[in-house]
């Protein structure tokens, strides 16, 4: 089913989170960069046949790769979750992350699943709001794609007490200026950029 999606969607390079071994093995028409640790689920991004990724860079947690296509830097990430783990989420903002931006790139997206807030927009009831993303987004000058109205909602997760956008997409100024579209889509139920 993912497969399909993303080929009738003409979708060039899918960015995944909390994926196995065993759903990605089964993909064709793309070329699939991994970064699972073996107990544990992981991040990956694939790449559409002809569209090659060079200096591709993997947290040793599985929470996160990066790499370039045509001199774009593509970062893709899994954070820890829960309010529990605020400081670890803190601690991975600040210096994980980091290391899969290896120097300034003049055209960056930096995607995926953060599992925290940095507006009050992004969320009901409680939320899990990071002062190391909102250091990160801002140092690196990123700017988020969606554009919310009170009659397009953003959510992307729901619990019982509330909903949040955890899942979001980061671009620099060029290629916000570049952007066509961007979506929701019921399953899989992720924010694309297009």
Excluded at 91 to 99: L, R
Aim: proline residues 4%; contains cysteine; positive net charge.
């Amino acid at each position: 089913m993912l497969e399909d999606f993303q080929w009738r969607q003409d979708i060039h390079f899918p960015l995944l989170q909390e994926v196995s071994h065993t759903i990605l093995n089964t993909i064709s028409r793309y070329t699939v960069h991994m970064n699972i640790v073996t107990d544990w689920r992981g991040t990956a991004i694939l790449a559409k046949d002809g569209a090659a990724l060079t200096n591709i860079l993997r947290l040793p947690s599985g929470r996160g790769m990066s790499a370039s296509l045509h001199g774009i830097l593509i970062v893709n990430i899994y954070a820890p979750s829960d309010s529990q783990k605020r400081q670890e989420m803190e601690c991975f903002y600040n210096t994980e992350v980091i290391y899969l931006i290896p120097s300034f790139s003049t055209a960056m997206i930096l995607a995926s699943d953060f599992n925290c807030v940095i507006t009050n927009d992004d969320c009901t009831g409680q939320r899990n709001y990071s002062r190391a993303l909102v250091r990160l987004i801002q140092g690196l000058d990123l700017i988020d794609v969606w554009q919310a109205t009170p009659t397009r909602t953003a959510y992307t997760h729901y619990t019982a007490t509330g909903a949040s956008r955890i899942d979001r997409i980061y671009v620099t100024h060029d290629l916000r200026r570049r952007q066509q579209n961007a979506g929701r889509w019921p399953l899989p139920s992720r924010t694309i950029l297009q």
